[in-house]
């Protein structure tokens, strides 16, 4: 095979890393959802929590006796809390796998090169100095 006929990029080669990055794009929404489910699961149960707060502070009838309605936030904002964090890392978890399958479907993939796996893969080399740029130990 000729030079040009090996950097040449084919039809199906063009879209094969279109569909990979595509793969790519659903694992980083899937990770990125799965960060806002956690988040947002710290968030409201902050909220439930300075509610509960607010409800003891201004209930007198809770200052007598067991906080019923205290203790209920209470435990309701830490059960929020403990199932958004499991929901959200869960909903990571496998944003990070399909990443890990997509990147061991791109580098076996026959139809890449490497040029073109790296591209997929969003890889770039780590800009160096030029040689006369750099300085030299005395």
């Known amino acids: ?28 929404k899937e990770i990125a959802f799965g960060e806002s489910i956690w988040f947002a699961g710290i968030v409201v149960g902050g909220v439930i929590l300075v509610a509960s707060l607010v409800e003891f502070l201004l209930n007198p009838a809770e200052h007598h006796g067991f906080p019923v309605v205290f203790a209920s936030f209470l ?11 499991i929901l959200g890392t869960a909903i990571r978890c496998q944003g990070q796998l399909l990443r890990a399958v997509v990147d061991s479907d791109v580098n ?19 800009l160096t100095m030029p040689e006369r740029m750099r300085v030299r130990a005395a």
């Open 1 to 28: 095979m000729s030079a040009a006929a090996l950097t040449t990029e084919t039809y199906e080669s063009v879209a094969v890393l279109e569909r990979y990055q595509n793969s790519y794009r659903t694992a980083e």
């Open 75 to 85: 435990a309701c904002a830490v059960l929020f809390v403990l199932v958004s964090q």
């Open 108 to 126: 076996s993939s026959p139809f890449l090169s490497n040029a073109q796996r790296a591209k997929a893969m969003k890889l770039r080399r780590p």
